[in-house]
């Protein structure tokens, strides 16, 4: 256990539908990002957020959305799925601001069908 | 932009053999450098760092990695591997200190270990 939670593990949902997945930072830990791990893209960077405030944003799609809430817990906004859109996500702590490396939660699975 | 290109997609060993899993990045400035892990159905897990200093870094499970600045590498070895080290590793960098903190990842190596 990294103490990085999300949830939920497995999510199966129809296109077009929209999906919060949910991140709880290790204890301590003010820097939440998220990413998204696919085949062919890899590991891509969506967005981070800092003790509240959106720091940096990646490659996410507009039809995304994330907040950090003030008990600094993290959702993903997901909707207007699309098949393309299946893959796994994970959401990464940091104590600061991650120049020192991330702790990764176990990721949540999505799949569009 | 920063990048980072990890030459192999899949390798394929016996246990005690020895490992080396390339991995070059693309920034000019002061940079930090990661290995992690990925065991099937885990997270990723922190193998080594560096960030500055000795450029041999030594991580945990006998991993080590050597930084060459020159080359812009940062190979990740260990001198002989066991099954359990069957996973997918990934290389990563983010700017130094003062830079962007976002880690940019490499595609992944996927390394099996047969018994």
């Known amino acids: 256990d990294s103490g990085v939670t999300q949830t939920p593990k497995h999510l199966i949902t129809a296109t077009g539908q929209r999906v919060t997945l949910r991140c709880s930072p290790r204890s301590g830990d003010l820097s939440v990002y998220w990413y998204q791990q696919s085949l062919d893209q890899g590991l891509q960077f969506l967005i981070q957020y800092y003790n509240g405030e959106e720091r940096a944003k990646g490659n996410i799609l507009e039809r995304f959305s994330a907040q950090q809430f003030p008990d600094l817990h993290s959702e993903l906004n997901l909707s207007s799925l699309e098949l393309g859109d299946s893959a796994l996500y994970f959401c990464?702590?940091?104590?600061?601001?991650?120049?020192?490396?991330?702790?990764f939660g176990s990721g949540t699975r999505l799949t569009v069908v | 932009a920063q990048s980072v290109s990890q030459h192999n997609h899949h390798v394929i060993l016996s246990e005690a053999a020895s490992l080396e899993l390339g991995c070059n990045y693309s920034y000019g400035g002061t940079v930090n450098l990661f290995w992690y892990v990925q065991y099937p159905g885990q997270h990723l897990q922190l193998l080594l760092k560096?960030?500055?200093?000795?450029?041999l870094v030594k991580g945990i499970k006998g991993f080590e990695a050597e930084f060459i600045k020159s080359k812009f590498s940062f190979n990740l070895r260990k001198p002989s591997v066991q099954w359990s080290d069957t996973a997918e590793y990934f290389c990563a960098v983010n700017a130094g200190q003062g830079g962007s903190e976002k880690l940019v990842f490499g595609k992944g190596t996927k390394l099996t270990v047969n018994p």
């Open positions: 560096y960030f500055s200093g000795d450029p």
């Open positions: 990464a702590s940091a104590r600061g601001q991650g120049v020192g490396g991330y702790t």
